[in-house]
């Protein structure tokens, strides 16, 4: 008679044993790789808006976009108030041509400027107010250097290329909160000191871009402290680092446009206001 070969219980338990291993060791490997896949895909997106902002600037003699938030929101000063058709995303809008761009897969709010209301910062029709239509109807995850983009950097006016200290060194878009800016950081004496690199203001965060998944409530309770105004920036501790990076949008980091035109990964811990202003230490 012959023998019937089979799987006795103790080889199939053997082999499942190996399987579920594999999986194990495979499964996070897979989810690594869609999330690198991700992160290029938005990267890819930063690089079509950094191209879009190298084409307005080119056109509008060598100036960034410039929107006077204290004039223009809802409730402005200036007789331009509740305007934001020079804001940044709306200004480069003509050469992007495209709302998808303006966000990321990994974004985790996908609210609409409709539905913010531009962040809050408008009333009625936002796109009477100057955001294109399809702008209108999309998320935007992307924030831009308010320093540079709100004339900070040049006393509340527009800023030139050319006023630009060090162009590679200073970040003009960014993967960030809700916010589409990096908030208000325009006196020279909170400015890093480019030739110490000891000053302990080459440590402090910029908190919305680094971490530009946590969402925005108001600065008071935006990831567990008063992050991006000037008097409130600070080197967190290491039990606050740990609660902030799980807030980064890609593996600890965040995408970053210059103002030279380039794009690139960085670590939220390396995403200083150094970046506001080009100052890293020489």
């Known amino acids: 008679m012959q023998r019937r070969n089979a799987f006795t219980l103790i080889e199939l338990l053997v082999v499942i044993a190996i399987i579920a291993i594999l999986a194990a060791i495979l499964f996070p490997v897979f ?12 990267l890819s997106n930063m690089n079509q808006l950094g191209l879009s902002m190298q084409m307005y600037v080119q056109d509008y003699d060598e100036t960034f976009p410039y929107w006077n938030w204290g004039n223009s929101w809802q409730y402005g000063s200036g007789p331009g108030k509740n305007n934001v ?3 940044w995303s709306n200004a480069i809008y003509p050469y992007v041509k495209s709302a998808g761009v303006y966000n990321c897969p990994d974004n985790n709010d996908q609210s609409t400027l409709a ?3 531009f962040f ?18 999309a998320p935007l995850g992307i924030i831009g250097n ?4 709100e004339g900070d950097w040049s006393g509340f006016a527009p800023v030139t290329d050319a006023a630009l200290t060090v162009p590679a060194q200073t970040f003009i878009l960014a993967d960030g909160t809700p916010t589409a800016e990096s908030g208000y950081f325009g006196q020279s004496q909170f400015e890093p000191d480019p030739t110490n690199p000891n000053d ?3 440590k402090v965060i910029i908190a919305r871009v680094a971490w530009a998944n946590c969402f925005y409530n108001g ?30 949008r890609h593996s600890g980091g965040e ?5 030279d035109g380039h794009s690139k990964w960085s670590r939220d811990t390396q995403i200083t206001v150094d970046l506001l202003w080009g100052t890293q230490a020489n």
């Not at 989810?31 to 938005?42: N, W």
């Not at 600065?219 to 609660?243: K, V």
């Not at 995408?255 to 103002?259: G, K, S, T």
């Open 31 to 42: 989810a690594q790789a869609r999330e690198k896949a991700r992160a290029i895909s938005c």
């Open 85 to 87: 058709t020079s804001f």
């Open 115 to 117: 539905q913010t209301n």
């Open 120 to 137: 809050g910062w408008l009333s009625g029709n936002i796109v009477n107010d100057g955001v294109p239509q399809a702008l209108a109807n």
């Open 146 to 149: 308010q320093t540079v983009l």
């Open 200 to 202: 302990p203001k080459h």
């Open 219 to 248: 600065d008071q309770t935006m990831c567990g402290g008063n992050q991006d105004d000037i008097g409130n920036f600070g080197p967190y501790t290491a039990a606050q680092l740990a609660q902030f990076n799980t807030q980064a």
């Open 255 to 259: 995408n970053i446009d210059y103002a």
